[in-house]
């Protein structure tokens, strides 16, 4: 059973379009995460959740908006799509978000995101 | 978070112990060490993590030096399926909502020679 799964594996669009991806985990987790890894492979958080609510956002455009609809899914929708934005995007979860210091976080296969 | 550093790059022949260094020496004492690796187009994976103590788990050990501004993870018999690039990471009990995300650097990409 997979554990975070992610879709579409692949995404290719053209720019200025508006696109979702999305991630789902069956592991009872409540904390779920978006990072992006540029083409120079560094991973970088973009958004957390916990519960449904958004703990941290770091410096993205606001052209990126997360939404969870329940605990076990964090999906992300991209608004008028930029050549910067092809990367592969990762979803993660964790649980127990007291001490996240400590708990592991499980990754998704990624999503590669390609705008033309 | 406190900054780790890794060579870029090691190699190693398959079925012999590879240690992986992570130089961190403005750790702090409510910093957990945390070792991930992502395999060639793969989600990255949980390895192992300590506080003080070395640690074993199935996958690998952790070695922390005694005053922690050093760890060393050691894959006891390499495989071909351990080629992949490994992140030290250090992650700060007390930092509140600094400590829910995990900061990835470069890492040490390890390859596996047959």
């Known amino acids: 059973d997979t554990a975070v799964s992610q879709t579409p594996k692949y995404l290719v669009t053209q720019m200025g379009n508006d696109k979702s991806i999305k991630c789902e985990q069956n592991?009872?987790?409540?904390?779920m995460y978006w990072y992006k890894q540029d083409s120079k492979k560094f991973l970088k958080i973009m958004f957390s959740?916990?519960?449904?609510?958004?703990?941290i956002n770091e410096t993205v455009p606001n052209r990126f908006s997360p939404k969870s609809p329940d605990k076990a899914h964090l999906n992300l929708h991209i608004n008028s799509l930029e050549l910067g934005d092809s990367a592969v995007y990762f979803c993660?979860?964790?649980?127990?978000?007291?001490?996240?210091?400590?708990?592991?976080?499980?990754f998704g296969p990624g999503t590669r995101l390609t705008v033309l | 978070d406190a900054k780790t550093t890794q060579p870029n790059s090691m190699e190693s022949n398959e079925e012999e112990p590879v240690h992986l260094p992570c130089n961190h020496s403005t750790i702090s004492g409510t910093d957990y060490i945390h070792w991930y690796r992502q395999l060639p187009s793969q989600g990255p994976e949980y390895v192992i993590h300590?506080?003080?103590s070395n640690v074993n788990n199935r996958m690998a050990s952790l070695a922390i030096a005694e005053d922690r501004k050093s760890s060393t993870l050691i894959l006891h018999r390499a495989t071909l399926r351990d080629a992949a690039v490994y992140y030290c990471i250090l992650r700060d009990a007390y930092s509140g909502a600094g400590s829910y995300q995990l900061t990835f650097g470069k890492g040490t990409k390890l390859s596996v020679i047959p």
């Open positions: 300590g506080l003080t």
């Open positions: 592991l009872g987790h409540d904390t």
């Open positions: 959740y916990n519960n449904k609510e958004l703990i």
């Open positions: 993660a979860s964790s649980q127990g978000l007291a001490a996240s210091y400590y708990n592991e976080q499980f």
